[in-house]
C-alpha cells in the first residue's frame, strides 16, 4: 500500500504517471476503473481547482468522493490523527488530504491501512507539479532546457525542484534572500538531478534566472497562512515580478506558467498574464488528468 505524500514518492514513476493523464485526457481509457471506490476528501484549507479536479476526477473514473471539511470532523474538536486515520480506513479505498502541515498527513499515513494522497501542505504540492509538467510536455514537446520559477521558495516551489529533477530537467530558482526552497528538499532534489542529469540553481538574481529559460513560472507573495507577513513580503518581492520587459529574457517560445489564484499587478503582471506566452488556463485544466492519472495510480 503506497502513498503520494512527495514527488519523492514516485521519483522513478513520473514519466509513467504523465503518460497515463495524457491518455485520461486524449480519452483513451473509457471504462471506470474504480468504480465502487470511495475517496474522502478532508479539507483544512480552502480550495478551488484540487477539491473540483479531484471531485470530478472520481466521478468520471467511476467512483465517489466526499468532501470533509476539518471544521467538521471531529479531528477539528481535538480527535487525534491516529483515530480518525483507522476508522477513516475501514469506510473509504482512499483520503485525499489538502492540509496545513506537512507532519499531520505523515501521522495520518502512517497510522492509515488506505493510500493517502497530499493535496497540498506546507512543504509540497505534487499534484499541482505533474499537471505543470503535463502542461509543459504538451506545449514544449519535452523537458530540455531551462525552467525558471520566481518568487517565493514555498510548497509549489519545492515540489518543482523535485519533479525537474526526476525529470532531467535544468531548474533555476530565483528568490529574495530569506525565501529560499526548504534545504532538505533542495539536497534531495541534488541527488536525484545527479542520477537523471539535470542542474539545480538557487539565486537572488531574477535576471540570470530567466535568461534563456523555456518555462517562466510564478507564485503568489503572500500564500495561505502567511498574512501576517504581507506587508514585509510585499516590500522583499518587489523587484520579483514577473513583467513584459523580464520575459524578453526568456527564451523566445518560453511559456508562462502560474498555478493560481493570481494576484495581476503583484507577482505577474496582466499583460504577462493574460497574454500569448500564458498557458494557465490548460494548466488548470491539467489538474484534472493529472489527478485522475493519481487516483487510478493509487486507488486501482
Request: glycine share 6%; aromatic share 8%; proline share 3%.
Amino acid at each position: 500500500m503506497r502513498s503520494l505524500l512527495s514527488i519523492c514518492d514516485i521519483k522513478n514513476e513520473v514519466p509513467d504517471i504523465l503518460k497515463l493523464a495524457k491518455e485520461f485526457k486524449e480519452r483513451k481509457i473509457k471504462n471506470k476503473p474504480l468504480e465502487g471506490k470511495s475517496l474522502a476528501m478532508i479539507f483544512q484549507k480552502s480550495s478551488t481547482r484540487t477539491r473540483v479536479s479531484f471531485e470530478v476526477g472520481m466521478y468520471e473514473l467511476g467512483g465517489n468522493s466526499l468532501f470533509l471539511s476539518s471544521d467538521e470532523l471531529q479531528m477539528g474538536r481535538g480527535e487525534p490523527i491516529s483515530d480518525t486515520a483507522k476508522v477513516l480506513s475501514r469506510y473509504v479505498d482512499g483520503v485525499m488530504i489538502r492540509a496545513v502541515e506537512h507532519e499531520d498527513v505523515v501521522e495520518f499515513r502512517d497510522k492509515s491501512d488506505v493510500p493517502i494522497i497530499s493535496g497540498l501542505t506546507n512543504l509540497e504540492h505534487p499534484c499541482q507539479v505533474l499537471a505543470d509538467m503535463l502542461t509543459v510536455k504538451e506545449y514544449l514537446g519535452n523537458f530540455d532546457g531551462k525552467f525558471t520559477y520566481v518568487g517565493d521558495g514555498n510548497n509549489v516551489c519545492n515540489s518543482l525542484i523535485l519533479i525537474c529533477a526526476c525529470l532531467g530537467m535544468d531548474i533555476a530558482i530565483a528568490c529574495p534572500s530569506g525565501y529560499e526552497p526548504n534545504q532538505e528538499i533542495v539536497k534531495k532534489a541534488k541527488k536525484i538531478a545527479n542520477e537523471f542529469g539535470s542542474k539545480i540553481i538557487i539565486t537572488n538574481d531574477i535576471e540570470t534566472a530567466v535568461n534563456n529559460a523555456v518555462v517562466v513560472y510564478t507564485d503568489v507573495w503572500v500564500s495561505m497562512g502567511d498574512e501576517e507577513e504581507q506587508l514585509k513580503r510585499m516590500n522583499d518581492f518587489r523587484k520579483y515580478q514577473v513583467n513584459s520587459q523580464l520575459m524578453k529574457l526568456a527564451s523566445e517560445n518560453a511559456i508562462f506558467m502560474h498555478c493560481l489564484p493570481a494576484i495581476r499587478g503583484q507577482e505577474v503582471e496582466s499583460e504577462v498574464i493574460d497574454g500569448p506566452q500564458s498557458v494557465i488556463i490548460d494548466q488548470a485544466e491539467n489538474r484534472l488528468h493529472a489527478q485522475k492519472a493519481v487516483l487510478y495510480y493509487f486507488l486501482k
